[in-house]
């Protein structure tokens, strides 16, 4: 099957920071398996395989076959709890999937170009939303979003609405959210123009009579 990562699992009795400590001598973490209106399944894995879920090419969108004793479950890992003092992971949750009914889940949005707006019309880019919320098949869930921007003019935008999305996948978050946009940079205002020009075109300020009658007085003084 596509796109699917196998693991090992254990089954785990008990709870607490005494059998956590056991397990992560032993290079495990307590996990659990819920959803899919299904009992939770409390679980023991190795940290080795949460790592490597993370930096697999889906990373937490990865479907994952658990193989627990004689019992198969198809999940995909749903949250990860880490030490507040370290960066060690200490749990991790996964959901029950039933590969035949989609869900929905965050993609990553990824741009690709340079606008044209930036390069020719002395604008700035603003990458303003990068994931997104979609709805398909587990194994159809994509890396990632790639998004064109090279034809970006200063002063237009690209909206989830505009983004390339196969049929296969479902847009669930608002189609007129704006993804990333070229804003023109601020220009004065025609007055504004105006009174910088004629400040640049003017003389130096000459002495005035009432100046230099000051400046007499101060010098026979």
Not at 85 to 96: E, G, K, Y
Not at 180 to 196: D, F, L
Request: charged share 30%; net charge negative; glycine share 4%.
């Amino acid at each position: 099957m596509e796109n699917v990562m196998t693991i090992k699992a254990e089954s785990r009795e008990g709870v607490g920071k005494q059998l956590a400590k056991q397990l992560r001598k032993q290079g495990k973490i307590p996990a659990i398996i819920y959803g899919e209106t299904k009992e939770s399944i409390p679980i023991s894995i190795q940290v080795a395989d949460v790592k490597a879920i993370l930096k697999s090419e889906k990373g937490e969108n990865t479907v994952i076959k658990i193989h627990r004793d004689n019992i198969e479950v198809d999940a995909m890992l749903k949250e990860i709890q880490y030490d507040y003092l370290s960066d060690h992971i200490i749990h991790a949750d996964f959901l029950r999937l039933d590969l035949a009914k989609p869900i929905t889940t965050w993609v990553p949005i990824v741009v690709k170009g340079e606008p044209i707006g930036i390069k020719l019309e002395d604008g700035i880019f603003d990458f303003i939303t990068r994931d997104i919320q979609v709805k398909c098949l587990p194994t159809k869930i994509p890396r990632e979003i790639v998004v064109e921007i090279s034809d970006l003019h200063a002063g237009h935008s690209i909206k989830a609405a505009d983004l390339p999305m196969g049929e296969e996948i479902q847009l669930v978050s608002d189609p007129h959210r704006v993804i990333c946009a070229v804003t023109s940079k601020a220009k004065p205002t025609a007055e504004e123009a105006r009174i910088e020009a004629a400040a640049a075109e003017a003389p130096a300020e000459q002495p005035t009579k009432e100046k230099e009658d000051k400046k007499e007085d101060k010098t026979s003084g």
